[in-house]
């Protein structure tokens, strides 16, 4: 496949001569690249580690008024000054290059198309050297005993829960309420609205209702 290159060689070019893309050219939006602070030093320790990738991975430049706008690779003009470099490798692209292009490759640059199987990272690869170049694991998630032992229940398993203030197996009936109004209505109905907790002893709002309270106040209705 043939195509028609709008790049120079690699120039070593004075970072005093490179700008970063702040929107200064018309038709080019201010770079939105940005990364998070431990990402940005993780970055920071790749170029330290591995200098020569930047010339495998080199910066693509505009010229404009003698100087040169970074199209890609401004976070990583930015590392590079931190850490003292005075130049760096770069591609400079043609001046007659459309402006349309140059947003084509500012984009194309910050866009991932793949994904990285992290099974296999995690597997077959060193996840300490992973880590070092930048690679990122989401942390496991705590292993929640509640959640495993809901999900295995079924209708054969399922059993009654124990109340504590008995501390034996006691036949419960559930009341569903789609709504505050006729849950509201049912506690006072059933004069629920201040019981004595059978947890803690002290009188307040409870879900709970001794068989007994309920058949004085069902009876009394019927009165």
Same mark, same amino acid.
């Given at each position: ?25 018309? +038709? ?15 970055? /920071? ?26 199209? =890609? ?6 590392? =590079? /000054?931190?850490?003292?470099? $005075?130049?760096?490798? =770069? %591609? ?8 349309? %292009? ?13 994904? &990285?199987?992290?099974?296999? *990272? ?31 229940? &079924?209708?054969? $398993? ?10 034996? %197996? ?13 849950? &509201? ?5 059933? +004069?629920?609205?201040? *019981? @004595?907790?059978?947890? $803690?002893?002290?009188?307040? %709002? ?8 309920? @058949? ?8």
């Amino acid at each position: 496949m043939m195509f028609n290159s709008t790049m120079t060689e690699i120039t070593n070019l004075a970072i005093s001569l490179l700008d970063f893309n702040k929107g200064q050219l018309v +038709g080019l939006p201010k770079n939105p690249r940005f990364f998070r602070d431990y990402r940005y030093e993780a970055m /920071k320790k790749s170029i330290q580690d591995s200098p020569e990738m930047l010339e495998l991975r080199e910066l693509i430049v505009f010229p404009m008024n003698d100087r040169y706008i970074v199209v =890609c690779g401004n976070l990583r003009l930015r590392a =590079c /000054k931190e850490l003292g470099y $005075t130049e760096l490798p =770069c %591609k400079v692209l043609d001046a007659s290059t459309d402006v349309k %292009k140059l947003r084509e490759y500012a984009t194309k640059d910050n866009v991932n198309f793949g994904e &990285n199987d992290l099974d296999v *990272m995690s597997n077959e690869w060193d996840k300490t050297e992973l880590a070092d170049w930048g690679v990122e694991f989401e942390p496991e998630k705590p292993k929640d005993e509640f959640k495993d032992r809901f999900d295995s229940l &079924n209708d054969d $398993t399922a059993v009654y829960p124990l109340i504590p203030k008995y501390d034996e %197996k006691h036949e419960l009936f559930i009341i569903e309420s789609a709504n505050e109004v006729d849950s &509201n209505w049912l506690r006072e109905r059933l +004069g629920m609205q201040r *019981m @004595r907790s059978y947890k $803690t002893g002290k009188v307040s %709002k409870s879900n709970v209702i001794d068989i007994k309270d309920v @058949r004085i106040a069902l009876e009394g209705e019927k009165k």
